[in-house]
């Protein structure tokens, strides 16, 4: 039998959480480099994972197989298409940069309490969490992903409601209601999302008699599985809610901000970077792959809403007066454009959507780690706070503006080449929908740099008149982000090469063509690119 | 030869990333570092332009292609440059009129602490700024357009310290972000037209759609360029922009970035040319803001926005030398690189006199420095002479050729059009008259510099003490050399370009030229323009020579009030777009709290008291649930091992 690489893959942090839970209490530090270690370990078996996979190659690759539950037909089954390692990847990337941020924010507050132990809990944590939406990318049972679509619900839980955000305005007992309740919310409206998910994935069984998503994509191109009209769209509406709460879809997104904003500045990376990309993502492999006929049917009310989001998202972030909590309806903002990109059922606009959760992942992170640094230094989550921090942190104020001019899909980095796939991808199909998106070009704009001006510019404050500027370890959190934005802002192809094959098996899912241009221009651009 | 196109962006990317990432170390050399990378990109501009000489009139497009940039199914962008006489024309200026910018600024510059990174944001404005005219698709173009958009924020934000140079920025960028959304628009149609953006299929199959097609994408590309180039009604930003510090007005916002809306037009021209109606808007938006800017020129006290408002009025007509089709697309060029030379030499000049003057601006406080710093009148007083039009200098020839095209479109509009024309180089021997007898002639009104308070608000550029009245003084030859190059580009560029249709023949290959239907003779438009010239020249001689200028402006009549306010545009957005967006956004948050999130809530909980729950559970229930969730969980896995054990 072949290395199963994919599960050990997953079982590597899923070990490393283990491991560093079991870390004695007064050695904390040793914890955290234990936990840093192994995120570094299931990097660098992502990178095999995808030195292994062959664009070229099957539709589902490294894939494992065993029998799990055999009445109810429930298989261990995994499988990476290229949209899978694309996102392992991002995942098994970002969390690093999550532990190295989040170096501290997990100490005890006096220095020297050796019975301290939630340090080692939020490594392990996190590490957990890595393990679980990683196998949530390899699933290919439909039982095996919802499992732990579910369970990642839990050590999120405790991440948000264990280790808050320590820059607070109000009392220590009031910062504490507000984490219970952003935990508690996080977690009714994505477990009542589970809930009808499993209603349906149970119907599903009843319809199609096993979990199995290559046999019953299969069957249903085939012809051989039929699912009555009615059946496939209530089964197509009980995936899609749960989805759409993840990733998070208006008018379901308003667990986000809470989250986000209570979270510490890497948990809350955790959350919109890597776990809400599983709600999309499943989008475009279960929705898409399971129920392409309902998912055509559906998709006039879902592009409305992910243009709903996208203005919605940031007209609120406008009006925010909370750093994190920007941030968190940028990113509502920005997974509208994904899901119009899934959508759209175009090539430009799949690969856009693909690349989009991967750049989302990586300029959120920049922007807001980066905000998280600066937040702790003053210990204020508000934007009023803040002015004149460039002249006396400018590399802090510089890395900042690189997030922000990331957000706000500055051409040359790596969200432009994404969300003009989108745009382009939506327009050729559904032209209104194109040029309502393209609104959120000018509203990114206006949230990201007036953020930017109210804490960076104008007079220094006296405030942050004594703020240190960027520290070493900080530095190196920001600078291969901010390396990787402007990477695949020119050089994308490594990326689209990997996913193109993917988009195009979807795409004859969903049994679509690309609209043809209306005038078919002679083969004397096509050598130009060759 | 080719393979050089790429080191022309790539001399001064590297100098950008060398000294914004530099640090410290590079304080003392990194302003020569960035000057000579620029002086690089222009020593490979000029062998280019050697090599293309040689070359036949039809063989002197050159190509090079890098890598496919987003390889996407039936997606083709590609890292691919196109120089042909247009981007070359383009080259050259935007490389020598940035070096001598560059030689300027490191003696304006010097007592800034920040001026290796302003070295490092200059080198960035020319790598984009070269990669907007060399890109081979829209898509690539549309790279530089906002690399030049984010050089162009930095630079004008460069004091950020002053909130209304950080407020500036913000602005500029987000007016440009409003054309960009009509860029984006024409790329898109574009692509579902012919299935690509890249120039040479677009172009030459632009006669395949329809007129209504062509249309869309032009008035598209127009926005584009009215957010880029500060035309009616995306020219609000452009007057704040003087924010920046001057050499950044010079080269950014007068001589190159703020053109790039001009080229963006005529180098779509095959798309213009099949769109009447799209070129007739063009047209009339050059008109509109040809006059609109010349009226906000007249008004202004403050040097800077007063030029600024000249830009605008001048790229006007470009505009609509552009609009009007290949009658104008020559001239709308070649009006371009002279007023390239001539107000890049008019800022200079304002910043040397501001750099003397303890940074003031107000031109009320100036007066009879002619016999303080001769060299700057001298230049100054060329580039004058050159954009009103003064026969023999640069600006008579490029100015009165549009004149003409615009009478040549023939029937009313012709008339309408060359009418307008001609009324707005009157108003510009007027306006720039003004400066110039304010600045240079009459009683010295100079005044002491302001107290510490206020001084955090001027200009940093020369160290100067609170209180003290300026001692007028000649500038560094650092600086007086590049305004001396440019007066001479003044002066002699046009003549040189015109005489033997020079620069029509080095561009008709591309463009293409008609000679339309001029219902006058050329004299004619000539001597009107002469005349016009000489009434304008005389009114401002009436308010502003023969009478003393008071230090404070009078009230003015309510056309001057206006004007004052740019004629009450920003008012306008401002009652409209902030206040309006402010009270939508505060609306739309208090909707997302209430509405959104409570008939969420409320849904659910009419489905399972979810929301009792959560009540409930606020108050310290939270751990126990969350255990209970993770209990079920484990006894759901449990049960699933179970069943496979069975």
């Not at chain 2, 995306?234 to 916002?253: C, F, N, R, Y």
Request: net charge neutral.
């Amino acid at each position: 039998m072949d290395f199963p690489l994919l599960t050990v893959t997953a079982a590597v942090p899923a070990a490393g959480a283990v491991l560093t839970a079991a870390v004695p209490a007064a050695r904390r530090t040793a914890a955290k480099w234990l936990a840093l270690l192994f995120s570094l370990a299931t990097l660098a078996l992502a990178g095999l994972v995808a030195a292994r996979f062959d664009p070229g190659g099957e539709r589902y690759q490294l894939t494992e197989s065993h029998a799990w539950i055999a009445d109810f037909g429930v298989r261990y089954e995994l499988g990476v298409d290229g949209i899978g390692v694309a996102l392992i990847g991002l995942t098994a990337l970002l969390v690093p940069f999550v532990i190295a941020a989040g170096w501290k924010d997990a100490d005890p507050l006096e220095t020297r309490s050796p019975r301290w132990r939630p340090t080692q809990g939020f490594f392990a944590l996190i590490l957990l969490v890595e393990a679980m939406v990683i196998i949530s990318f390899e699933a290919t049972d439909v039982f095996l992903f919802y499992i732990f679509f579910e369970a990642m619900l839990i050590p999120m839980y405790f991440l948000i409601g264990g280790f808050g955000d320590r820059a607070h305005a109000g009392t220590d007992e009031k910062a504490a209601a507000q984490r219970s309740y952003a935990a508690v919310k996080f977690l009714l409206y994505n477990l009542a999302g589970g809930l009808i998910m499993l209603a349906a994935v149970i119907g599903l069984y009843v319809v199609a008699g096993n979990f199995s998503l290559q046999e019953i994509t299969a069957a249903r191109a085939a012809g051989t599985l039929d699912m009555a009209t009615n059946t496939e769209r209530l089964l197509f509406l009980g995936f899609f809610f749960a989805f759409a709460v993840k990733a998070p879809l208006w008018p379901l997104h308003t667990w986000l901000p809470n989250a986000m904003g209570e979270a510490t500045a890497p948990v809350a990376v955790l959350i919109t970077a890597v776990v809400d990309k599983v709600g999309t993502f499943a989008m475009l492999r279960f929705c898409l792959g399971l129920f392409p006929e309902a998912s055509k049917w559906a998709t006039p009310v879902v592009l409305v809403l992910a243009l709903v989001s996208i203005v919605y998202g940031a007209l609120l972030a406008v009006g925010q007066r909370d750093i994190k909590r920007l941030i968190a309806y940028a990113s509502i903002s920005h997974f509208g454009f994904i899901i119009l990109g899934i959508f759209a059922m175009t090539s430009q606009g799949q690969s856009g959507a693909t690349l989009y959760m991967v750049n989302h992942g990586l300029s959120t992170a920049a922007l807001m780690l980066v905000a998280g640094f600066l937040i702790s230094r003053r210990g204020s989550r508000l934007i009023a706070d803040y002015g004149g921090v460039q002249k006396v942190a400018p590399v802090l104020a510089g890395t900042f503006l690189i997030g922000g001019l990331a957000t706000l899909s500055l051409p040359g980095l790596a969200p432009f080449v994404s969300e003009f796939l989108v745009l382009v991808g939506t327009f050729s199909r559904y032209p209104v929908a194109g040029i309502v998106a393209t609104l959120g070009i000018v509203l990114a704009a206006l949230y990201t740099l007036v953020l930017y001006q109210r804490t960076m510019t104008g007079p220094v404050k006296e405030e942050v008149r004594r703020m240190p500027d960027l520290r070493p370890r900080e530095l190196l959190v920001v600078a291969p982000l901010i390396a990787l934005l402007i990477g695949l802002g020119v050089y994308p192809k490594p990326l689209t090469e990997i996913v193109n094959p993917a988009v195009e098996h979807t795409m004859s899912d969903v049994k679509q063509k690309d609209p043809k241009p209306e005038v078919a221009v002679g083969s004397e651009n096509g050598e130009a690119g060759q | 030869m080719e393979n050089l196109i790429a080191l022309l962006v790539a001399a001064p990317l590297l100098g950008a990333a060398v000294l914004l990432c530099g640090g410290r170390r590079l304080d003392r050399a990194g302003h020569w570092l960035g000057t000579l990378l620029a002086a690089a990109s222009f020593g490979i501009g000029a062998a280019l332009f050697a090599d293309m000489l040689g070359r036949g009139a039809d063989d002197r497009t050159m190509r090079q292609h890098l890598y496919s940039w987003i390889p996407v199914e039936g997606f083709q962008a590609d890292i691919a440059f196109q120089l042909d006489q247009l981007s070359m024309t383009f080259v050259l200026l935007i490389s020598g009129v940035g070096t001598l910018i560059h030689v300027y600024s490191i003696g304006y510059m010097e007592h800034d602490e920040r001026r290796r990174r302003f070295f490092g944001y200059l080198n960035l404005f020319l790598a984009a700024m070269l990669l907007l005219v060399l890109a081979d698709n829209y898509l690539l173009l549309y790279v530089g357009w906002e690399g030049v958009g984010l050089a162009s924020y930095l630079l004008i934000g460069f004091w950020q310290h002053k909130p209304s140079a950080a407020t500036a920025a913000k602005k500029a960028f987000l007016v440009n972000r409003v054309g960009d959304m009509g860029l984006s628009i024409a790329i898109m149609l574009m692509f579902t037209t012919f299935g690509t953006f890249a120039f040479r299929p677009v172009l030459a199959s632009a006669g395949e759609t329809s007129e209504g097609m062509l249309t869309a994408i032009g008035l598209m590309l127009l926005l584009a360029a009215c957010g880029k180039s500060a035309q009616v009604p995306l020219q609000s930003w452009l007057g704040d922009a003087m924010e920046g510090p001057t050499p950044v007005s010079a080269l950014i916002h007068a001589a190159t970035m703020v053109t790039a809306g001009v080229y963006l037009i005529v180098r779509s021209g095959a798309i213009f040319n099949g769109a009447p109606d799209a070129q007739l808007v063009t047209a009339i938006v050059g008109a509109v803001t040809l006059l609109f800017g010349a009226v906000v020129g007249c008004a202004k006290d403050d040097i800077k926005k007063a030029l600024a408002g000249s830009t605008m009025s001048q790229i006007g007509y470009m505009v609509l030398a552009a609009g009007l089709g290949p009658i104008g697309y020559v001239f709308a060029i070649m009006h371009l690189v002279t007023h390239g030379f001539f107000k890049a030499g008019l800022f200079l000049g304002a910043g040397s006199v501001m750099h003397g003057m303890n940074d003031e601006v107000d031109m009320r406080k100036y007066g009879g420095l002619r016999r303080y710093m001769p060299v700057t009148f001298v230049t100054f007083g060329l580039g004058y002479l050159a954009i009103i039009g003064f026969p023999g200098l640069s600006g008579f020839f490029s100015k009165d050729r549009i004149i003409e095209a615009a009478f040549a479109k023939g029937g009313t509009e012709g008339w309408i059009l060359g009418s307008v024309a001609l009324l707005g180089a009157a108003i510009t021997a007027f306006y720039m008259t003004r400066v110039m007898l304010m600045t240079f002639f009459g009683e010295k009104r100079w005044q002491p510099a302001p107290d510490a308070d206020a001084a955090a608000d001027v200009e940093p550029s020369a160290g100067h003490r609170p209180g003290e009245m300026p001692h007028p003084h000649e500038s560094p030859k650092s600086m007086t050399v590049p305004m001396i190059v440019l007066a001479f580009g003044s002066v002699f560029a046009g003549g040189f370009f015109a005489i033997g249709d020079r620069f029509l023949n080095w561009l008709e290959p591309v463009t293409g030229y008609e000679h339309g239907h001029p219902p006058v003779s050329a004299l004619t438009v000539t001597l009107a323009t002469m005349a016009v010239l000489a009434v304008g020249v005389a009114i401002a001689w009436a308010m502003y020579g023969r009478r003393p200028v008071p230090v404070t402006a009078p009230r003015g009549s309510l056309l001057t009030r206006a004007a004052r306010r740019d004629l009450l545009q920003d008012d306008f957005n401002h009652v409209v777009l902030v206040r309006g967006g402010e009270h939508l956004t505060r609306s739309l948050v208090y909707v997302d709290h209430s509405l959104v999130d409570g008939v969420v809530n409320g849904t659910a909980a009419s489905v399972g008291g979810l929301s009792g729950r959560l009540r409930k559970l606020q108050n310290g229930y939270a751990r126990s649930y969350a255990v209970s969730m993770f209990g079920g969980t484990a006894i759901l896995i449990a049960a699933t091992l179970l069943m496979r054990a069975v």
